[in-house]
């Protein structure tokens, strides 16, 4: 854990879900306070016991209001609906004209959230990963409105909580990673669908494959290391074959027509027993935890991030 820094003011986290106090346990290591915002009482009130519990400065907040007033940077993290996220930040804009008010949307458009706001230079994009405590990258996404000074402030406050920021510099849909992660999702799903194989052969091929290489060489690094020339010869063969579908697989569209939501429903493309997805979750935990090295602390964040960034 990172050195306290002796001045840290307080910061807010609007939603209390899994995300929402995740983020607000990593903010809570250099915060005087985290207030921690639900309309769920009973989801607010189990996320301040639990981060509670583990001796951090987190408590409930009463109103969107109360959450803003006087900190000095204000996080969102609840569902993925525009007109709910343009809602909440149109209120906090409202209640403090000056707080930095980031929203930890991971596909909407950062500008059309700020868009019923006075003030849409300081709003800003932190696309954190799941789960938020462990995964070093937060996205750090510039809307069109979003203001120089935000941009570096959010990136240093980040750095200084341990992260690996980077700057997202237009405001696309899905950002950076999401996109990477997507597009192998639709291929992958295709494979299924045209019959070339089954879903379990698709996941271990990508785990026993690229997965394996691709925490240490990403793919750019990884097309410089076996040559641009063969990289660009593989795509002439490749590209013209692979899905290009402009919207989601029919084949997605039918499981979820069916109410085959996956781990959720214990069908989607696998049956799921009970109990499998929390196993699956402490494994992942355990395999993510296995791949980072141990940070060296100084003021300016862990060494081994320092030399990444």
């Known amino acids: 854990m990172p050195p306290p820094l002796a001045e840290e003011p307080v910061v807010g986290v609007v939603g209390a879900g899994l995300m929402g106090r995740g983020i607000a ?10 207030r921690l915002f639900d309309t769920d009482a009973v989801v607010l009130a189990d996320a301040v016991d639990h981060l509670s519990s583990q001796g951090l400065p987190v408590r409930a907040a009463r109103s969107l209001t109360e959450v803003v007033q006087g900190a000095a940077f204000v996080t969102e993290a609840i569902a993925e609906n ?4 343009q809602s909440v930040f149109a209120e906090l804009d409202a209640a403090d004209p000056h707080v930095v008010l980031a929203t930890n949307t991971s596909v909407l458009p950062v500008t059309r959230i700020a868009e019923h706001t006075k003030n849409p230079g300081r709003v800003v994009g932190t696309h954190w990963w799941n789960p938020p405590d462990l995964v070093p990258v937060v996205e750090v996404v510039r809307g069109t409105h979003t203001d120089d000074t935000v941009m570096a402030d959010t990136v240093a406050r980040l750095t200084a ?3 690996l920021p980077v700057r997202v510099e237009k405001d696309v849909p899905g950002f950076v990673g999401n996109r990477l992660q997507h597009a192998l999702w639709r291929e992958a799903i295709a494979l299924v669908a045209d019959g070339i194989c089954d879903a ?9 494959t690229i997965g394996l290489r691709l925490a240490e060489m990403g793919p750019l690094q990884n097309a410089d290391y076996v040559g641009l020339d063969l990289t660009l010869a593989i795509h002439d063969a490749v590209l013209p074959a692979l899905n290009r579908d402009p919207g989601p697989s029919a084949l997605l569209k039918d499981l979820v ?9 214990r069908r989607g493309f696998f049956d799921w027993d009970p109990g499998e997805r929390e196993t699956v979750a402490a494994r992942l935990a355990a395999h993510v ?6 940070p ?10 320092r030399e990444s960034a």
């Not at 996941?203 to 026993?208: A, E, M």
């Not at 027509?257 to 429903?265: E, M, N, V």
């Not at 060296?296 to 991030?305: F, L, S, V």
């Open 25 to 34: 346990a990593v903010l809570a290591r250099q915060a005087a306070e985290v």
């Open 82 to 85: 525009l007109a709910l996220k």
């Open 200 to 208: 379990r052969t698709v996941d271990l091929v990508v785990r026993n």
């Open 161 to 163: 909580l341990g992260k």
């Open 257 to 265: 027509t069916a109410g085959r939501l996956g781990a959720k429903s």
């Open 296 to 305: 060296t602390w100084d003021n300016t964040g862990p060494a081994h991030e």
């Open 289 to 294: 935890r296995t791949q980072l090295p141990p």
